[in-house]
């Protein structure tokens, strides 16, 4: 029996959201009403939540996995939404249960 393959390195998904098989596809575009404008380094690229899948053409989807909503090109580096949660390795460090 083949073993399933591990999660690439960071990746992080909430119960009941999208795995490899392309089931973000169908979701929604974030609008202005849950992603706020943000000059600051608490954007969507940095939250726990953010992830971009592979999509036609390689063409990377870049999804919220807190909303299971899709984030438009260029909107993860300017917004965040209130459930904007540091990753933990930004909060102690690489590998802190190993020190």
Known sequence: MAASPSPSR?????PGSA?????CEEWPYLDE?????????KVCLT????????????I????CQLHQ?????GEHLTH????????LVRQRGWAPEGA
Do not use: E, I, Y
């Open 10 to 14: 960071g990746a992080r998904l909430a």
């Open 19 to 23: 795995t490899d098989d392309g089931g």
């Open 33 to 41: 009403a849950v992603l706020r404008p943000s000059r600051s380094r």
């Open 47 to 58: 939250c726990h939540w953010f992830r971009h899948h592979p999509h036609v053409n390689c």
């Open 60 to 63: 990377p989807l870049l999804t």
């Open 69 to 73: 909503g899709l984030l438009a090109q």
């Open 80 to 87: 965040r939404c209130t459930g904007w949660t540091d990753d």
